[in-house]
């Protein structure tokens, strides 16, 4: 088979990504390892979707449902239960229900998102028992497969998806003890916090960590202590919570394994660098979403992927966008996004500072602007006029506190 572009992933970002493509009369091949599209916006029944890319307040699915709808009018080719095996030289494997596939692509948009972090990879001691879940499978269970986790739980974790799931798991009628962050500010966003846990009344236990799980074949307590500065567990600060269910909400990576030896990574986001038309450092291969930089909204997951499917598609024809201007994170700059800057488009930065601030200048090239009560935790998403980084031979971004 060949095809002008290829999406590899059919969540937000993807699906944006083939549906721009499309628009710009590229032949599109949508892949999806699911049975079907939408990734992870299935099963997030919430509200609080779309308000920026739609201009309405939708529920996951029905963000999900408008692109499908659109991709089903422009005749999109989709491979759903389609597992990628390998990328390289312009050639894709693919293994569907209906055997093996060689895709012969111009270019390719990788748009794979991100996986949780897992329980293994935190290292607490203690027993293993059942009743350990990451926010995700959490969910499934209850939005997807009608099921409880438990009865009494505790929350690992105070990001959006955390915060989330504390209300979640209350409003079907489980027992949310509080919500554990180490960090001494709540790590998802202010209207969530109110939301999720004020609203019903969840503690929110900031500085504090899980030190230990006890329980035999089902969890029975988990052990919480006070940290320092540096997150070390404070002796004599122990907190026993009697609970059959842990829910780990503790961060996502960038999946990046099926191209990581083809591309150059993000050294401050962990997923794929790119520029700001979504192409990576292989010209043919261009990438958004959640596998480039872990986004606060998916809105903003929507407008990348467009981009990346818009320039791919351009590609596909001819065109060569050969001119990149490398950007930097400068002080007080945690992550920045993207990692270069094509001059064919406008600049859009996505930036995490590294410490909360009641006022802070971001300051690129010549273009300064001045933000309040910035927080690690709340994505700023900037655009940066021409004008002020003409000349330049690298972007440094940077965030100087101020009175």
């Known amino acids: 088979m060949k095809v002008d572009v290829m999406v590899i992933g059919a969540g937000a970002a993807g699906m944006a990504a083939a549906l721009k493509a499309k628009e710009e009369g590229a032949e599109v091949l949508l892949v999806e390892r699911d049975e079907r599209t939408g990734g992870i916006l299935n099963q997030c029944i919430h509200n609080g979707f779309g308000l920026h890319y739609f201009k309405q307040e939708l529920t996951g699915p029905e963000y999900a449902e408008r692109f499908q709808e659109k991709m089903e009018k422009l005749g999109i080719k989709v491979l759903t239960n389609a597992y990628v095996k390998s990328v390289g030289n312009k050639e894709v494997i693919v293994v569907t229900e209906n055997g093996i596939e060689e895709v012969r692509v111009k270019a390719l948009v990788y748009a794979t998102g ?6 293994g990879n935190l290292m607490i001691p203690g027993d293993r028992p059942s009743g ?3 926010a995700g499978v959490a969910q499934r269970l209850i939005n997807i497969e009608n099921r409880l986790p438990g009865k009494r739980a505790l929350i690992l974790g105070s990001g959006d998806i955390g915060l989330i799931m504390a209300r979640r798991l ?5 027992e949310v003890v509080g919500v554990v962050e180490r960090l001494p500010y709540a790590g998802g966003l202010l209207r969530n916090v109110i939301q999720c846990l ?3 009344n969840i503690p929110l236990y900031l500085s504090s ?20 500065e540096q997150y070390r567990p404070i002796p004599g600060t122990e907190k026993i919570f009697k609970v059959d269910t842990l829910v780990l909400s503790v961060g996502l990576i960038p999946q990046v394994e099926l191209i990581e030896n083809l591309v150059i990574k993000n050294l401050t986001s962990k997923g794929i660098a790119t520029s700001n038309i979504g192409q990576t450092s292989e010209d043919w291969i261009f990438s958004a979403g959640n596998c480039t930089v872990i986004f606060d909204l998916v809105d903003y997951v929507s ?3 467009e981009t990346a499917g818009r320039y791919a598609a351009m590609l596909a024809k001819g065109e060569i966008f050969d001119h990149r201007i490398p ?3 400068g002080k007080n700059v945690m992550v920045v996004h993207p990692t270069w800057y094509s001059p064919v488009d406008n600049l859009t930065l996505y930036l ?4 909360p601030m009641e006022r802070g200048r971001l300051m690129v090239g010549t273009y300064e602007k001045v933000f309040e009560d910035i927080v690690p935790s709340e994505m700023l998403r900037v655009k940066i006029p021409e004008k002020n980084i003409t000349g330049l031979d690298e972007i440094v971004v940077s965030v100087e506190e101020v009175d």
């Open 209 to 228: 960590t899980v030190v230990e799980v006890r329980g035999r074949e089902r969890l029975e307590e988990v052990v919480v202590a006070k940290v320092d």
């Open 198 to 200: 004020e609203d019903y």
């Open 352 to 355: 995490r500072v590294k410490k």
């Open 170 to 174: 209350t409003l079907e009628g489980m």
């Open 114 to 119: 991100a996986r949780e972090r897992p329980f």
């Open 132 to 134: 350990i879940f990451t």
């Open 303 to 305: 407008y990348e992927g």
């Open 327 to 329: 950007v930097k994170p």
